[in-house]
């Protein structure tokens, strides 16, 4: 399965402005300092976000990216999709074009395989990352939250 970078990124990305809150703007620069992304990068992924209506962009002092719509409808399988990332395993990249034009013995349950991996990923909201991440610390082990976050 070919799942770069670019994806794993850009959802990392979001859970970061997500948990914070999502409507007030946050750096690309601070998302890059927290989560030891290229700035440049994010800046390429958060035109893509914002193409697809994910993210809105807020210039002047204080500006940066909030949510556009609230993070229990936006799905980790949207925002892989709006940075042009495919879920594929198949080696035709679904084409069926695996053997001189036509499939390969096991095109169908690669196939199956990507169906199966898109729907789990459009069961998966941002809010339930940020709540998960919100109260697990980062082994696994529960944290007291004491701040309200905007998520709903």
């Given at each position: 399965?070919?799942?770069?970078?670019?994806?794993?990124?850009?959802?990392?990305?979001?859970?970061?402005?997500?948990?914070?809150?999502?409507?007030?703007?946050?750096?690309?620069?601070?998302?890059?300092?927290?989560?030891?992304?290229?700035?440049?990068?994010?800046?390429?992924?958060?035109?893509?976000?914002?193409?697809?209506?994910?993210?809105?962009?807020?210039?002047?002092?204080?500006?940066?990216?909030?949510?556009?719509?609230?993070?229990?409808?936006?799905?980790?399988?949207?925002?892989?999709?709006?940075?042009?990332?495919?879920?594929?395993?198949?080696?035709?990249?679904?084409?069926?074009?695996?053997?001189?034009?036509?499939?390969?013995l096991t095109h169908d349950l690669w196939m199956g395989l990507n169906k199966t991996i898109y729907d789990y990923l459009g069961q998966v909201n941002l809010k339930q990352l940020v709540d998960k991440?919100?109260?697990?610390?980062?082994?696994?082990?529960?944290?007291?939250?004491?701040?309200?976050?905007?998520?709903?």
């Amino acid at each position: 399965m070919r799942l770069t970078t670019k994806g794993r990124f850009a959802v990392t990305a979001m859970v970061d402005l997500a948990s914070r809150g999502g409507y007030a703007p946050v750096t690309l620069a601070g998302i890059s300092e927290r989560q030891r992304i290229s700035l440049s990068y994010l800046e390429q992924l958060f035109g893509k976000l914002r193409r697809a209506g994910i993210v809105e962009s807020v210039r002047g002092p204080g500006g940066g990216y909030c949510m556009a719509r609230p993070a229990a409808e936006v799905t980790v399988a949207e925002i892989i999709t709006a940075v042009d990332e495919a879920v594929e395993a198949t080696q035709c990249g679904g084409e069926g074009d695996c053997h001189d034009g036509k499939p390969c013995l096991t095109h169908d349950l690669w196939m199956g395989l990507n169906k199966t991996i898109y729907d789990y990923l459009g069961q998966v909201n941002l809010k339930q990352l940020v709540d998960k991440h919100l109260t697990e610390g980062a082994n696994g082990v529960p944290v007291t939250v004491t701040r309200k976050t905007a998520l709903a």
